[in-house]
DNA sequence: CTGAATCCAGATGGATACTG
DNA sequence: CAGTATCCATCTGGATTCAG
């Protein structure tokens, strides 16, 4: 038997363990503005996105781009150019984050204001 | 002189970098579920946030805590009571990060099914 | 070009004990 | 109750070098 207050922090229970989920698969310095610089262009290639993420070394990049891979947010094609060249692009379950990231975007802008102050 | 390119990229650079300021804030192993429990119940106490996320230690949640007020995302009220209390709920700042959470907490629900498999 | 491998300093975070 | 302090293992991430 379960009363009211029970059933309302099973709910909460959910709902953070759903949130924390999120944050396993966005977490680390890079990975938002990685998915940012993809979705923006579309389609990227490792260089241009180690160009777009100010501050990133190759080994993060690499390390973290694996790592979407695996969350299937981001799929990587390797073309057969000379040399070699490794497209990056969204995956149709990758592109359900726009909404997540845009909040974010419009969020830092009005909280860096808030903070820096104007 | 800046062509349509350029613009577009610098666009998108002040894009990334806003998201990069909310990670900023929203990083760490536990805040967005603190955040999600003061603001599942309005105002709340240590011990019971230390209850309501699930592995946190005191350590963390003292640290993180203080991060969150330094954000100024949370306020942190003494109570006069013996032994003391301390109660922390969001700041309005802090309540404008709810669509986030909300976002993050359906985003998460559906990633699970898709990673786990149903 | 796209990484993987190695080395290494510094940050992170758990466990535990202690204070007001 | 609400933290703080300390110790210590592990993780993170930069720099550099190397390989296909």
Redesign the pocket.
């Known amino acids: 038997m379960s009363c009211k207050i029970e059933e309302f922090q099973q709910e909460q229970k959910k709902r953070m363990r759903a949130v924390q989920d999120s944050m396993d698969v966005l977490n ?3 990975k938002i503005s990685i998915i940012s610089s993809i979705c923006c262009y579309g389609k990227r ?4 996105i ?1 160009n777009d993420v100010e ?12 790592e979407l891979e695996i969350n299937q947010l981001v799929k ?1 094609t ?1 073309l057969d150019t000379q ?6 692009e969204l995956t149709e379950h990758g592109n359900t984050l726009q909404t997540i990231i845009s909040n974010l975007t419009d969020w830092g802008i009005v909280h860096r204001k808030k903070i820096v102050g104007k």
Chains 1, 2 share one sequence.
């Open positions: 680390g310095k890079w290639r490792f260089s241009d180690l501050g990133v070394s190759n080994r993060m990049l690499s390390k973290e781009l694996k990587r390797v040399p070699i060249t490794v497209q990056y």
